[in-house]
């Protein structure tokens, strides 16, 4: 969940109800429709529940990792079980892919650099003792620049479809990547970042604007920054009861702080006249700087 204003030097302010941000990237689809063609800078936040409310936090440069999913193919020869040499087995080739696919990240990329393949779903077979015709599995893969991306793609074809010759098989990857487009890196620029950061801190204080970490998840936020500069930050949603904080049972719940993207997620709406404030204030402080001249 998050909320966006854009900003440009004639003095507008436009708000952004974004569709369709979790997963099918509405950011593409808000700029192909040409609404945002003359802004010069966007904001917006998302909430975090790890936060309390009255607290926002973000980070210069990289911010959120570009993202992608893949879905592999290994098709073979299906038969009975009880006669594996008359079948060519996709289940077994299927696996040391998978096996393999972990390798990218531990002996490809630098270790200073941040990268995830995670293969998350595998289908394959319908019966004890059928070795079935075709395997596919798929997952996400993520870094934190648009050409690290590319990289993970680029290898994860390659070993998905060498394993399964190894193996007698055919391979084939699908990235979906027109019906489930991947998402740019989010990277803050900034300037824009600086000038957010300092509305905000004039709004709720100096100690309540921190320094987030980098994130592995992905925000199609990052269309919007490819195009404009922009600030992303994320706003606390969360409070004593939720966060654990305090003394008996708000404590002992402290290890329960549902994420956002669990069915408890609940959120705390005083967080509500904070995010509100932010907005108007990183707005109204852009365009007094950028006001045209009288002269």
Known sequence: MNSSSCLHHQGTVKLVFQPAEEGSGGAYYVLQEGVLDDVSAIFGMHVDPALPVGVVASRPGPFAATSGRFLATITGKGGHAAFPHDAIDPIVAASTAILSLQQIVAREIDPLQAAVVSVTLVKG?????????????????????????????????????????????????????ETMRPYPALVNDEGMYAHARAAAERVLGEGSVRVAPQLMGAEDFGFYARRMASAFFIIGVGNASTMGVGGGAA???????HTTHSPYFVIDEDALPVGAAVHAAVSIDYLNKHAPSSE
Not at 139 to 144: A, I, K, P
Not at 251 to 257: D, E, L, N, R, T
């Open 125 to 177: 077979g319908d019966a004890y003792n059928v070795i079935p015709q075709s395997v596919v599995f798929g997952g996400t893969l993520r870094s934190m620049t648009d050409e690290g991306l590319s990289y993970l793609t680029k290898r994860i074809t390659e070993i998905v479809e060498g394993q399964a010759e190894v193996h007698r098989c055919t391979g084939s990857v699908d990235f979906m990547e």
């Open 251 to 257: 404590a002992a719940a402290g290890s329960k702080v």
